[in-house]
């Protein structure tokens, strides 16, 4: 309990939230990093989700290709770049990169794949062309789900993206490197909580964005299927009760 309030002392005081090495300097870097790595790697997997999605071919790959990559530890990854890069922000960019293209990947092509497939014979059949299927029925009903997609991707490279400091002097795991180093534990923790709150914060917008995405005319078909649910019977033990005749 001690700790957790020299944390939040450390949190609290003015020194740390001003000057070279500060708090918002420190979360700015962490938020670049993070915000570079999602573009990179969503401009690699989405458009090539959304192709396997589309088409069904490739599915089988991609699944592999995916759970491959989930299975390399990014800390080992980060460390091969290091030694072949050298120190900056080239490594843990690239590690990043590797470690968001799985989740992304298969939001992409669920996403996709989740449209009811009458729906795109109904589009084939009024003409539209398979670029206009893609973009105009599939993505928009898929929406929802590839916003999951990116949604558990950003959360994965906000609470990796700590290993930058590792061979960067950038992001909010700058804090708990030197307060590993230095033993200095309330800075240690206080970093943590700084990246916790911003991970927390990110996935509230992202839940609300998740909801928002949804075509408005899927939401109200959906009011209108909850409205139109018959109400469950009424069970009864022994005879049955007839309403309006009690005798």
Sequence with gaps: MNLFLDALAWLA????????????QR????????????????AIALPVGGVVGHTGR?????????????????LG???????????????????????????LLAGAYAGFESVDRR?????????????????????????????GGIRSAT?????????????ADAGLGRFIFEGLKTRDYPQMLGGSILVILLALLVD???AITQRLVVPAGVRATRTTELRSR?????????????EGNLE
């Design 13 to 24: 005081d003015p020194v740390n939230w001003s000057g070279s090495g500060s708090i918002p």
């Design 27 to 42: 979360l700015g870097e962490h938020l670049w990093v993070s915000l570079v790595v999602l573009l990179i790697a969503a």
């Design 58 to 74: 490739g599915r089988e790959l991609a699944v592999r290709v995916s759970g491959g990559l989930r299975a390399l530890p990014t």
């Design 77 to 103: 990854v980060l460390t091969l770049f290091g030694l072949w890069l050298g120190i900056g922000l080239q490594a843990p960019v690239l590690a990043l990169i590797i470690l968001a293209i799985p989740p």
């Design 119 to 147: 729906t795109i014979d109904a589009a084939r059949a009024m003409g539209m062309r398979e670029g206009q299927i893609a973009g105009k029925v599939e993505l928009p009903l898929g929406m929802p789900i590839v916003v």
């Design 155 to 167: 959360l994965q490279i906000i609470a990796t993206a700590t290993l930058a400091a590792y061979v």
């Design 204 to 206: 509230g917008l992202f």
């Design 230 to 242: 018959p109400t469950r019977p009424r069970a009864a033990v022994g005879q049955p009760i007839t």
